[in-house]
């Protein structure tokens, strides 16, 4: 197993980075090549105490920023981070490649680069959502496709569903499709589409949830195009940061007791593990030719290590080769209607 990563990605780079590929390998039988500027990377690798032959550096000179153009600068940057791993993993080089650079250069690279898997119009950004006392689900799409067509939610499900299953160790997850009401007819044009192929689909769709019951695990795979995605993350990571600094005020000024104290203390951190993004990884970009994952931009040494130990079932678990084996079924619903 090789897994390439993006030495430069991120705020934190590149220091979080090869922390968190050392920490990784404490725990996985893998192997790990940092790509981006050699002597920075080498001298990281050195501070972080690691001697050991598996971690190895690939030269890239360039980094694509979050200000650039994201098509142009992977047109021009051929020499940057991002487009030197994607390259690996095109060629064989790599199992998989993880990179909390730009998301619009990793979106336009793994399209131009590794390219879709035939049969699937649109690719996926899909992203672990927290849930409040049990196991998280999948928010997909959460910003790669504003504007989508009932087929494109159906792939989001299909895929979604592989990645829980094959990743996540949720057998048969749950689809919900998110919806401003529960019931069939409720809904814009496209979600009264993408319901009637859903429910043709051998997926374990459950039917329309409405955005209220997400936190509380109303389903595994979330399906609904990517405005309203990122909008339903976004909003949820605000209500989670404002409950968590009331929580935080009130345990300040208000535990007078000891045992108050320690009981809302102990509250306050399960709430804030479950709201930790660190803790579950990346998000993977489904429907390419190839394995890529996205982190989070200010991904920290944890949050780099979970990544990598989630990018291993992906790329052991042949997620790919599985997507692209669900598009006969797929174009079977879609040739029915």
Known sequence: ????????????????????????????????????????????????????????????????????????????????????????????????????????ALLAGGFFILGRIQGIDRPTLATIYPVMGRQPSLLTDAGANAECKPNNLLEFATMGSIYMEKVMGRPNPTVGLVNNG??????????????????????????????????DGACDVIVTDGFTGNAILKTTEGMGLIVLRELKKHFTVNAKTKMAALMLKSQLKELKEEFNYTEYGGAPILGLKGGLIKMHGSSDENAVKQTILKAIPFAEGNVVDIIQNSVYEIEEILTSE
């Open 1 to 104: 197993m090789k897994i390439i990563l993006d030495g430069m990605g991120g705020d934190n780079a590149p220091q979080a980075v090869v922390k968190g590929a050392v920490a990784a390998l404490r725990e996985a039988d893998a192997e790990i090549v940092l790509v981006g500027k050699q002597e920075v990377l080498e001298k990281a690798v050195r501070k972080a105490g690691y001697s050991g032959d598996r971690i190895t550096v690939v030269n890239a000179d360039t980094v694509i920023t979050n200000d650039e153009a994201p098509v142009r600068a992977v047109r021009q940057k051929k020499d940057s981070s991002i487009v030197v791993g994607l390259e690996m993993v095109k060629s064989g080089e790599g199992d998989v490649f993880i990179s909390a650079g730009s998301t619009g």
């Open 182 to 215: 529960a019931e069939e007819n409720k809904g814009t044009a496209l979600t009264k589409a993408a319901f009637e192929l859903l429910s043709k689909s051998k997926l374990n769709f459950i039917g329309n949830v409405e955005a209220r019951y997400l936190p």
